[in-house]
């Protein structure tokens, strides 16, 4: 099992994981309205802008600070980025 830290320590099974996307279209914003009336939002955010919006096989979505390009490049193994964006917003 792989995890991937999805910023301040919180960490996502890699192989849950369906879509990697941004928070900004109307559509995701409807699926993030409809999951949390649900209760299978997942907030990572720790009160910070949300930046990407990660959908699993569980049907449960959950928010994180982070860039989607980010949250990519680490499930591809990219290790340059791990420490560099968060420590921009802190």
Do not use: W
Request: aromatic share 4%.
């Amino acid at each position: 099992m792989k995890l991937i830290n999805i910023g301040f320590g919180n960490m996502i099974n890699a192989s849950r994981l369906i879509a990697v996307v941004n928070p900004d279209s109307a559509p995701i914003k409807r699926l993030i309205q409809e999951c949390r009336e649900k209760g299978t939002l997942i907030d990572a955010t720790q009160g910070r802008r949300t930046r990407a919006v990660i959908i699993t096989d569980s049907d449960h979505v959950i928010l994180s600070y982070l860039q989607s390009e980010t949250v990519a490049n680490r499930l591809n193994g990219d290790s340059s980025e791990i420490y560099a964006e968060e420590d921009e917003d802190e």
